[in-house]
Antibody
Framework: QLQLQESGPGLVKPSETLLLNCSLS?????????WAWIRQSPGKGLEWIGS???????FYNPSLKSRVSISVDMSTNQYSLKVTSVTAADTAIYYC?????????????WGQGALVTVSS | DIQMTQSPSSLSASLGDRVTITCRAS??????LNWYQQRPGRAPKLLIY???TLQSGVPSRFRGSGSGTQFTLTISGLQPEDSATYFC?????????FGGGTKVEIK
């Protein structure tokens, strides 16, 4: 049974880079599917950040595209999210989830989420 | 981006009631609409996809319907464990977008 688990620092300083990992268990990331990052903040609700295919092909939300990258590490069965030049607006709970190709995708299952606070 | 509008933003109902939540898309999204349930302090959980197929393990009192720009999530026979916030999501085009959520409370 596939399970996902986010990990990373809970506190990031403004203008610095946020880096989160999502570890998979029960499924090999190299076997397929897209792998997504979503965030949830009180002010903006749920926001799809982007998805990456196991071959590294990635799609990003245009609202974040210039600051975001998502990558896959098959050797550790993980994928990662990097957000540069963070501000308080990036404070949110960050979730990873399995995605399905567009159109007609859905997100399932989700990790438990990682709270990231941007503050000096 | 496609805008998803949910209504109502919150509702209160009694055990056993039938509850209806509406999600409207700013343009035609065909059948590419999903519903998620989020209990307090937990991650969202997929309930229904495309837009009427129940995810495995989801009770049959949940039903999704609709197409084009208007979709509905119905809970028939509200149970205590249904107290949660429900979100719709369009997967017709990237970026995928979510509705603002409907909080369901039990009276």
């Amino acid at each position: 049974q596939l399970q996902l688990q986010e990990s990373g620092p809970g506190l990031v300083k403004p203008s610095e880079t946020l880096l989160l990992n999502c570890s998979l268990s029960g499924y090999s990331i190299s076997s397929g599917y897209y792998w997504a990052w979503i965030r949830q903040s009180p002010g903006k609700g749920l926001e799809w950040i982007g998805s990456v295919y196991h071959n590294g092909n990635a799609f990003y939300n245009p609202s974040l595209k210039s600051r975001v990258s998502i990558s896959v590490d098959m050797s550790t069965n993980q994928y990662s999210l990097k957000v540069t030049s963070v501000t308080a607006a990036d404070t949110a709970i960050y979730y990873c989830a399995k995605d399905v190709d567009f159109p007609g995708s859905w997100l399932d299952p989700w990790g438990q989420g990682a709270l990231v606070t941007v503050s000096s | 981006d496609i805008q998803m509008t949910q209504s109502p933003s919150s509702l209160s109902a009694s055990l056993g009631d039938r509850v209806t939540i509406t999600c409207r898309a700013s343009q035609n999204i065909g059948f590419y609409l999903n519903w998620y349930q989020q209990r307090p302090g937990r991650a969202p959980k997929l309930l229904i996809y495309a837009p009427s197929t129940l995810q495995s393990g989801v009770p049959s009192r949940f039903r999704g319907s609709g197409s084009g720009t208007q979709f509905t999530l119905t809970i028939s026979g509200l149970q205590p464990e249904d107290s949660a916030t429900y979100f719709c999501q369009q997967s017709y085009s990237r970026p995928s977008t979510f509705g603002g959520g409907t909080k369901v409370e039990i009276k």
